[in-house]
C-alpha cells in the first residue's frame, strides 16, 4: 500500500484547507488522518471506514473538519474549515484494512509521507 497525502499549505486563522490522500496498492481500506507536532506523539484527527464510510473525529476537530471519500474509494479528503494556530503540525494519512482503533496510531499499518499545516494568527 501507497499513501500519498498533499494539500498542506500556509494559511491564516478562520482560513480552510483541503487536504488529500491518495491509496494504492491494495483493495478495500479505512483511512486515518493523524498530526504531530515536535516533541509529541500523534494525534487522532479523523479516520472513514471502509466497511460502510463511518466516519470519526478527534475532540478537537469535531464540527470544523469533514473526512470524505471518493466515489473510487482510493481518495479521502479532509477538508479544515475555521482553522486555528493550534492546529499547526504535519498531518499523515494512514491506511489499515482492519482496525477499528481508529485513535490509535499503533493500529495503523500504513503510513503517507506528511504534509505541513502551518495556521498564523
Known amino acids: 500500500v501507497q499513501l500519498q497525502a498533499s494539500g498542506g499549505g500556509l494559511v491564516q486563522a478562520g482560513d480552510s484547507l483541503k487536504l488529500s490522500c491518495v491509496a494504492s496498492?491494495?483493495?478495500?481500506?479505512?483511512i486515518g488522518w493523524f498530526r504531530q507536532t515536535p516533541g509529541k506523539e500523534r494525534e487522532f484527527v479523523s479516520a472513514?471506514?471502509?466497511?460502510?464510510?463511518?466516519?470519526y473525529y478527534g475532540d478537537s476537530v469535531k464540527g470544523r473538519f469533514t473526512i470524505s471519500r471518493d466515489n473510487t474509494g482510493n481518495t479521502v479528503y479532509l477538508q479544515m474549515n475555521s482553522l486555528k494556530p493550534e492546529d499547526t503540525a504535519v498531518y499523515y494519512c494512514?491506511?489499515?484494512?482492519?482496525?477499528?482503533?481508529?485513535?490509535?496510531?499503533?493500529?495503523?499499518?500504513?503510513w503517507g509521507q506528511g504534509t505541513l499545516v502551518t495556521v498564523s494568527s
Open positions: 496498492g491494495r483493495g478495500r481500506l479505512s
Open positions: 472513514i471506514s471502509w466497511r460502510d464510510n463511518s466516519k
Open positions: 494512514a491506511a489499515d484494512s482492519g482496525t477499528t482503533r481508529w485513535y490509535s496510531a499503533r493500529s495503523w499499518d500504513y
